[in-house]
């Protein structure tokens, strides 16, 4: 209940140590054979930060204040090939809640997100071809939420809302 993802990011450095346990988080996450197909590409390089923003859609401009990126990437064949689903995102799904609630645990805010170009941010950071950048997660300290655009804010007050367990759970058979 405690997680969320948060958009007003203050540009307070997180330390190396800290990001250093949200990847250790993030690699104990279970997958599928155990083979943690995910790969984290972590940019905290102020310059390289910024040729990242470019890559980001207009609605993700707020993540710009964050001061780390973690670029999540997996090659598509690098998972279970079961029941013909792509399990690497499922494993990488997992690999990220872990982060996430490792930065819940050390009082910072982590955003997951697809709103980006992936081309761009492959170049930026060289990430191969053959691998895919599944989700950014942005990291930083909570900031102050009257400092986010308009639509931003308004998104950040809204309440966070959910299908009601009885709409999802089948007890005993669908
Ligand atoms: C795969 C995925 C992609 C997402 N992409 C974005 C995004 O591009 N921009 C954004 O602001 N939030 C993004 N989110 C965050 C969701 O909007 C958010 O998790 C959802 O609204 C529920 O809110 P909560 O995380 O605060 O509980 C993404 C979340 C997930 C899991």
Known sequence: MKRRSGRAFSDKPVSDEMI????????????????QAWNFIVLKDTQ?????HEALSRG?????????????????????????????????????????LQTVHLGLLGHPTVGWNEEMLKEV????IAYRIVTVVFIGYEGDPEMLDERSREKE??????????????????
């Open 125 to 128: 950071t060289g990430i191969p």
């Open 157 to 174: 007050k809204a309440p966070r809302i959910r299908k009601d367990l009885s709409e999802i759970v089948h007890w005993n058979g669908w």
């Open 48 to 52: 390289l930060l910024s040729k990242a």
């Open 20 to 35: 250093n346990s949200i990847l250790e988080a993030g690699r104990w996450a279970p997958s599928c054979s155990n083979t």
């Open 60 to 100: 993700n401009a707020y993540a710009k204040a964050a001061p780390v990126m973690i670029i999540v990437a997996a090659k598509e064949d690098g998972g279970c090939s079961s029941h013909g689903l792509p399990y690497f995102m499922m494993d990488v799904g997992l690999t990220v809640e872990n982060m996430l």
